[in-house]
């Protein structure tokens, strides 16, 4: 059965420093795997996803993320953090290997970006 | 960009009372999809739709759930009698097509007293 697990609810990182959110996950079929932002009152934005073909994926608002599978890991980064950075990130894999709508969700990730 | 909507933003009910939670897709997308948020917890999914029928759902998908597109353009959710632990955050989702990009609404949040 396929879940994902995010390190740390809450990560709180300094504008300009490095942002990384953990994500692993665990899937009995070739994973497809997404990041998801939230923003305060408002719903899920897709950041980027994995389905196959390149491991390092590039997403939205100069986020990115690597598929490791010896290491089942999906790791969110950006070189760089902006106060418009802070929100919500979820982690997701497909339940079916396919279809982007069936998907479980981590439990997400907090950002706080200080001044 | 042309948007999913759910309304209303806020519901509150009283335990046992019926509710409907409707949501307009993107007019050209075909897959639709209800997830709930509970307070501090993880997205959970509820279940998807299409063909005018449902394609998956979940345990939490139980009897008191039914979802409909009545007209076309609507997709609705109904709690038939709703529990204290129905309190969330629901949202909707639209798809074009298989395997494009999930367009979410701004959720609606169902309040339980």
């Known amino acids: 059965a396929q879940s994902v697990t995010q390190l740390g609810s809450h990560v709180s990182v300094s504008e300009g420093a490095l942002v990384l959110l953990r994500c692993n996950y665990s899937s009995s079929v070739p994973p497809y795997l997404f990041w998801y932002v939230q923003y305060p009152n408002q719903g899920l934005q897709l950041l980027l996803k994995y389905t196959t073909g390149a491991t390092l994926v590039k997403g939205i608002n100069g986020f990115e993320a690597e598929f490791k599978k010896s290491e089942t890991s999906f790791h969110l980064t950006k070189p760089s953090a902006h106060m418009s950075d802070a929100a919500e990130y979820f982690c997701a894999v497909s339940l079916n290997g396919g279809s982007q709508g069936n998907l479980i969700f981590g439990k997400g990730t907090k950002l706080s970006v200080k001044p | 960009e042309p948007e999913v909507t759910q309304t209303p933003s806020h519901q509150v009910t009283q335990m046992g009372q019926e509710v409907i939670l409707r949501c307009v897709p993107i007019?050209?997308?075909?897959?639709f999809y209800w997830y709930r948020q509970i307070l501090g917890q993880k997205v959970e999914f509820l279940v998807s739709?299409?063909?005018?029928?449902?394609?998956?759902k979940s345990e939490i998908f139980d009897d008191q759930f039914s979802v409909e597109r009545p007209d076309g353009s609507n997709f609705t959710l109904k709690i038939r009698s709703t529990k204290l632990e129905d309190s969330a955050m629901y949202f909707c989702?639209?798809?074009?097509?298989?395997?494009?990009?999930?367009?979410f609404g701004n959720g609606t949040r169902l309040t339980v007293t």
């Open positions: 007019s050209n997308h075909l897959y």
């Open positions: 739709f299409y063909n005018n029928e449902i394609s998956e």
């Open positions: 989702a639209s798809e074009g097509s298989y395997n494009s990009p999930l367009h």
